[in-house]
């Protein structure tokens, strides 16, 4: 019957595909507008000196901003570059005040003639203030970012300037010239590299944690369409008529399970095959599916069943089609919320994750984690399917119970 | 020959409702009758037939069914009934001849046997011509045929019929009362509800008014009405029995 349910179909497989392209195509240009594309920005600088210079080379050669000195062809001033931005036509505006490099060449001068008099250092005397204005609607994870990045940039041209400055001083007052030749930057290096379990060539990106992610979503929402199918078929007399018919209740429930679970694999199945062969060709990372396929099919069986018995379980108690559309509904973006779908479960209020452990998504969410982006094989998911197989056997014990208390007592 | 249906002081209260649904209710049906059980809306006609197909407990008395105890010999109980619901318990998506091969199925026909069966059944209900379309497409009528056809597959030795005719036009109608006729004709016993009087008094041998759960009268309609003074009809009689007031 599902195959002539072409709307049925539809929301079963295409709204899953979309869903995954949507969300992966949307958090892929997140970390492409930090790390790649060019962010409008509009720069005043008002230093006429070297540091002014440095900065607005450092902040151009960062190859993350798209910088602009004028509108229409006027140089901006400060007002003006308040104003664009607020109204949303640069996301960043940067103001290098006037004198910045004489002040903070003043600062240095005074520093090193105290040093080499040995006196107590003189406090600053003029602070140097750049001014970094931010669209207002720009979201604050973005914003974050952003002026991480900034500082970065802030302090490596400063602290050059600053120690150019200070071997200068140094060079002017002392019979033994320096060079900065054996006081290189960098000398503490940072490599990053991801944490993996086994060898792996792919680090994770945006399809590594979005495929799963909403793939789980998708197999826990066919939760509406199994617990409506239970509830019509209780509505229209055809759960009474099979009932009369000389099977068990068992027999009728597993091979509705059985066709959901059908379901559910072949939409899984989609969506890897969409991650792993149609994702390159939207310009999205493919999708590199691990190295243990039975750790894979472990966690998508675990999860679909997890999924398809909290969906008879609402079929039978929930009383009309509406309760329990509106209930399987809810009750599947709350999860997903307090699952880590939406938001990463380790950004999130200690109690919150906490809570996140309750939330059966989360639990597939984690397996399919560890085999996507932790490199794992069956050993690291049989926790999460374990839980997950537990709901499940729970959840349809629960509808057999309550569906023999309801035959029996009412 | 044993009565097909026996019940001795039937009684059930649903929970949360003070009066019983069903009160001391007594009933013998003889095999290869067609039994009407009549009554107003909330009477008790529903929850009987839905104890007596083991849908629902009972609180206290005994039914028998073919000699097999309820609840206890349900399973044996289901082999031998069929049951037509008044809803259209069929999947709209699927076909008439897919609809009635996957009910078929359960019941454990199978290959040709199924086939020629629901074949036969579509021509005698006037439907060969419609079984490869889609039920959606299919009118009232129609699809109250193929409901019936559903309940009757496996030739029970009881069907019970919950308002076959509800909604139908005569053409439709005719159709399934003579199908029912002839279901009588070869042995099965029918148990039959509905609110058509006229309906009733042509097509069943036997009948029992029931309010307020008990039985308030039964037995043959034409010697009902011969009993009761001034009664020409059925409906007549129900009326002088159950009264002119509302029931809902």
């Known amino acids: 019957m599902l195959v002539r349910d072409k709307a049925g179909l539809a929301m079963m497989f295409l709204l899953p595909v979309l869903l995954v392209i949507i969300m992966t195509c949307l958090q892929d240009s997140t970390f492409h507008a930090v790390h790649e594309n060019h962010i409008p920005l509009l720069l005043l600088n008002r230093d006429t000196g070297s540091l002014g210079v440095a900065m607005e080379k450092q902040i151009t050669q960062s190859g993350i901003f798209d910088v602009h000195k004028s509108i229409n062809g006027q140089p901006v001033t400060e007002e003006q570059l308040v104003t664009a931005v607020a109204k949303g036509d640069y996301l960043v505006g940067i103001m290098v005040p006037e004198q910045a490099t004489v002040n903070i060449r003043k600062n240095v001068k005074r520093y090193v003639a105290g040093a080499f008099n040995g006196k107590a250092l003189p406090p600053v005397a003029d602070e140097v203030q750049v001014a970094i204005y931010l669209d207002p609607a720009i979201k604050s994870s973005f914003r974050t970012t952003l002026m991480s990045s900034l500082r970065e940039y802030a302090v490596r041209t400063e602290s050059d300037f600053i120690f150019n400055e200070i071997i200068a001083e140094v060079n002017h007052l002392s019979p033994i010239p320096i060079t900065d030749v054996h006081l290189a930057r960098n000398q503490v290096l940072f490599t990053e590299q991801y944490a993996s379990l086994k060898e792996r060539d792919k680090i994770p990106n945006s399809t590594q944690h979005n495929v799963p992610a909403w793939s789980m979503f998708a197999i826990f929402f066919i939760t509406i369409s199994l617990s409506g199918n239970i509830i019509k078929e209780r509505d229209d007399g055809s759960y009474t008529r099979l009932r009369l018919m000389p099977c068990p209740y068992s027999f009728y429930l597993f091979s509705k399970i059985a066709v959901y679970f059908g379901v559910c694999v072949l939409q899984f199945t989609a969506l890897m095959l969409l991650g792993v062969f149609v994702f390159p060709y939207l310009g999205l990372p493919p999708l590199d599916a691990g190295v243990d396929y039975f750790a894979l099919i472990l966690t998508c069986t675990s999860s679909a069943l997890a999924a398809i018995g909290y969906g008879v379980l609402i079929g039978k108690v929930a009383v009309t089609h509406q309760q329990a559309a509106i209930f399987a509904s809810i009750s599947v973006v709350i999860m997903a919320a307090i699952g880590g779908i939406w938001i990463p479960v380790f950004v999130m209020p200690h109690i919150m994750q906490l809570v996140s452990h309750i939330s059966p998504l989360n639990w597939g969410l984690e397996g399919f984690y560890a085999i996507f982006v932790r490199g794992g094989n069956w050993t690291s998911v049989l926790p999460e399917s374990a839980v997950s197989l537990l709901f499940f056997a729970l959840c349809t014990g629960a509808a057999i119970w309550y569906n023999k208390r309801k035959r029996i007592d009412l | ?248």
């Not at chain 2, 078929?104 to 005698?124: H, K, T, Y």
């Not at chain 2, 016993?189 to 307020?212: G, K, P, Q, R």
Request: aromatic share 8%; proline share 4%; glycine share 10%.
């Open chain 2, 1 to 248: 020959m044993y009565p097909a249906i026996t019940i001795k002081r039937l009684v059930k209260t649903y929970r949360g409702n003070a009066s019983p649904a069903i009160d001391r209710l007594s009933l013998s049906i003889a095999q290869g009758t067609v039994f009407g059980l009549l009554g107003p809306n909330g009477a008790g006609k529903t929850t009987l037939i839905n104890i007596l197909c083991g849908l629902r407990s009972f609180d206290e008395g005994e039914v028998n069914i073919y000699g097999y105890a309820l609840p206890r010999q349900w399973k044996e109980i289901k082999t031998l009934i069929g049951f037509v619901p008044q809803e259209i318990a069929l999947y709209p998506l699927l076909t008439a001849y897919e609809n009635l091969k996957i009910f078929g199925g359960i019941f454990g026909l199978r290959g040709a046997v199924l086939d020629n069966r629901i074949n036969e059944l579509l021509s005698q209900f006037g439907l060969e011509q419609s079984k490869r379309r889609t039920l959606q497409n299919f009118s009232g009528g129609m699809k109250r045929r193929v409901n019936l056809i559903a309940g009757i597959l496996h030739r029970p030795k009881i069907l019970f019929l919950d308002e076959p005719t509800a909604g139908v036009d005569v053409q439709s109608k005719n159709v399934i009362l003579e199908s029912l006729r002839e279901m009588n004709r070869q042995g099965t016993t029918i148990i039959y509800t509905s609110h058509y009087m006229e309906e009733a008094e042509a097509l069943c041998s036997h009948v029992a008014f029931i309010d307020e759960g008990s039985v308030v009268c039964e037995g043959n309609p034409a010697e009902m009405i011969k009993q009761q003074p001034g009664c020409t009809s059925l409906e007549m009689l129900y009326l002088q029995l159950t009264g002119k007031k509302l029931r809902d």
